[in-house]
């Protein structure tokens, strides 16, 4: 699977910091989308007006093979994941996850099963993601 993410024209592996918990979405890691997604970051932002996704601001790269992903492709598998308590909602516990998955890959389906559900849900993950969460299984 060949992923792109937007913002840089160089991947740097010392600007990927680890995995940190907040709320839904972590900080850390190296957040992607498959280049050949029907509804990737490029999309939602053109859809939102959000900001402008420029191929020559970008880069593109591939995954080891063997790497361990985890795959949301239905809200079934948000049990794959643990949970952590936050007021009356939970939110992945993303820093356990990253010591059994290198990457977690939100499908466009996963996506719209999972944006508004309750107490479980990844709202805010807008369109189909890869989300690395170990920088060593990039080639």
Known sequence: MKLIHYGSKIYNPEKIRPIFNRYVKPS?????????????????CKAEDFR????????????????????????????LLKWLPFHHME?????????????????????RETRMTNPRNLYGWDCETVLILNKTVIL
């Open 28 to 44: 850390g890691g190296l957040w992607t989308s498959p280049i050949d997604s029907q509804y990737g970051w490029k999309d939602f």
């Open 91 to 111: 939110f992945p516990d993303f820093e356990e996850a990253a010591t059994r998955y290198n990457a977690i890959h939100l499908t466009d389906r996963g996506q």
């Open 52 to 79: 402008e996704c420029n191929e020559d601001n970008s880069f593109i790269i591939e995954l080891k093979i063997n790497t361990n992903i985890l795959v949301i492709d239905s809200f079934d598998d948000l049990n």
